[in-house]
């Protein structure tokens, strides 16, 4: 068994008794092991309670961060938010406190849970706490912020047990599964708006996914395939009148998706255009280029992760857009997983950040460009790769020795991109 993270929980709370009452929740909850339970990932402590100086506070969590490359720290605080209006049901924002807390800190394990007197979702905050929370509400947010700092962790490398395939969505079905998998990681990422976390369905689905190309990831079990990860190729255009139908439909299942679909179609067809300040590019793919993709919903189960999936994934959305005649694509990412796409090639957009709409974190630009897009066109590995999908509309990955498809001579050094050849 791998060796604990050790998760440092920490009560930043200027009313005195409301940081009573939580600390002695969280000593309940170790004590009772309800808390190992939910993230058995991690050795969980509590910390000091710094005072709201945010120096101090920013040298505290400096000093937990750099105890270990694998410390994690949940903040905890009723001084993360303030209200944007002074009605009577406004809405929320991160304090000055909280932007001073957080932004030292984007590449570190920190995750953080605001007090609020009522739920209401803060952008840039993980999660919301309400006042008068009982032990299982705050378990629950707990458990929910740990799990996304597992998710943006570099997870410990395993090998699979069985082979994956990668291929295009097909059948209603496997949409569905898609959605709700990527309702179920946006959910713990905090990224879902307040209206689609609760949908009835669990399924996350906006105006792009008429448009887009879904993709797949399925471990393969015997004759049996299970959805693990996900991704798509957001376009401005479709001619896929099967996947857009399905979409529409799976949507019509829920109110609130319903709505959604609605009401919320994108003005200039790749949410990047709407989220981030690349008026230029914008210009260019309109007037001179024919065509312009976006990547996103690059998703892998957590119980899948340190295989190399997400880069099969990637790998196959960057196939399925040359193949589509895709000349530029685009993509919004954490600044911590910059590094893991400049590796496949994408370029970071200098001075260029939004806040993802649908997503409500703010994130970084970054684009394979046409040279970039043209050059792997001339690879004989591309070729390869695009000829497979049109015959067989699936691409391989598993074990290099032994892969069942006879397909790993398509990736660098004859290697399967999950695992190095024993």
Known sequence: MPKLRPLTIVACIQDDELKRRCLESVDALKRSGQLAKVVPWFDCATGPTPNFDADQTRDYLHHLSSASDKQATIVLSDALAKPTSDGPNPGYEPSQWAKEIIDPFEDWLLGTIAILERYQRVPEIDRVLVRNFDAAGLLDEVRLTAERLIYVAPPEPQVPRYPFVVRQIETKTELQSYFKLRHQVYRIMGYLDQKV??????????????????????????????????????????????????????????????????????????????????????????????????????????????????????????????????????????????????????????????????????????????????????????????????????????????????????????????????
């Open 197 to 422: 976390e609760f949908a009835e369905t669990r399924m996350e689905i906006d105006w792009c996914d008429t448009t887009a190309i879904p993709i797949g990831l399925f471990e393969l079990n015997g004759q049996r395939e299970t959805l693990v990860g996900t991704a798509r190729v957001a376009r401005m255009a479709s001619s896929d009148v099967k996947i857009a139908r399905m979409t529409k439909e799976l949507a019509e299942t829920d109110p609130r998706l319903r709505t959604k679909l609605e009401t919320s179609p994108l003005l200039f067809g790749l949410p990047i255009f709407q989220s981030m300040p690349i008026n230029g590019m914008f210009r260019l793919v309109m007037t001179t280029e024919p065509m312009c993709g976006e990547l996103g919903r690059v998703i892998v189960d957590k119980n899948y992760r340190g295989m190399g999936l997400s880069g099969v994934l990637t790998n196959y959305a960057m196939l399925k857009a040359m193949e589509k005649g895709i000349d530029r694509l685009l993509l919004e990412c954490l600044p911590l997983h910059e590094p893991v796409y400049r590796k496949l090639g994408f370029a970071r957009i200098a001075g260029v950040a939004g806040r993802v709409i649908g997503v409500n974190k703010t994130m970084i630009a970054m684009e394979l460009t046409p040279s970039a897009i043209e050059a792997m066109r001339l690879e004989g590995r591309t070729r390869r790769g695009i000829e497979i999908m049109q015959n067989q509309g699936f691409l391989c990955a598993c074990r290099a020795n032994d892969c069942h498809r006879g397909l790993y001579h398509l990736y660098r050094n004859n290697e399967c991109p999950i695992v190095k050849r024993e």
